[in-house]
Nanobody
Framework: QVQLVESGGGSVQTGGSLRLSCAVS????????LAWFRQAPGEEREGVAM???????VHTDSVRGRFTISQDSTQKTLILQMNRLKPDDSAMYYC??????????????????WGQGTQVTVSS
């Protein structure tokens, strides 16, 4: 069983930065694909970035160059550093995990474990 708890959300102005953290509780003998998703009101949940146990990261086009996903060596802390934030980045941000060595895709149904979310609001 995997438990995820996000923190670090808040309100910033356009161009500002936020750093989201996710505490991941899991069996240390397992490997995971960890990811960040976001969901704005009335929108579908969308993948933001993912990282596998080897540290290979993928970022979706809309955040590439502005956001960076990272993790510690034990995969028990997941980070999303968000720079040059825009109002379109406003959403509830969720961390997610799947029990796999590799990240195959950034689709919601592929991830079995989810946190409760942390709100990010970017004002213009």
């Amino acid at each position: 069983q995997v438990q995820l708890v996000e923190s670090g959300g808040g309100s910033v102005q356009t161009g500002g930065s936020l750093r989201l953290s996710c505490a991941v509780s899991h069996s240390s003998s397992s490997s995971y694909c960890l990811a960040w998703f976001r969901q704005a009101p009335g929108e579908e949940r969308e993948g933001v970035a993912m990282i596998d146990r080897f540290g290979r990261a993928v970022h979706t086009d809309s955040v590439r160059g502005r956001f960076t996903i990272s993790q510690d060596s034990t995969q028990k802390t997941l980070i999303l550093q968000m720079n040059r934030l825009k109002p379109d980045d406003s959403a509830m941000y969720y961390c997610a995990a799947r029990d796999a060595e590799y990240c195959y895709n950034l689709r919601t149904p592929s991830f079995a474990f989810w946190g409760q979310g942390t709100q990010v609001t970017v004002s213009s």
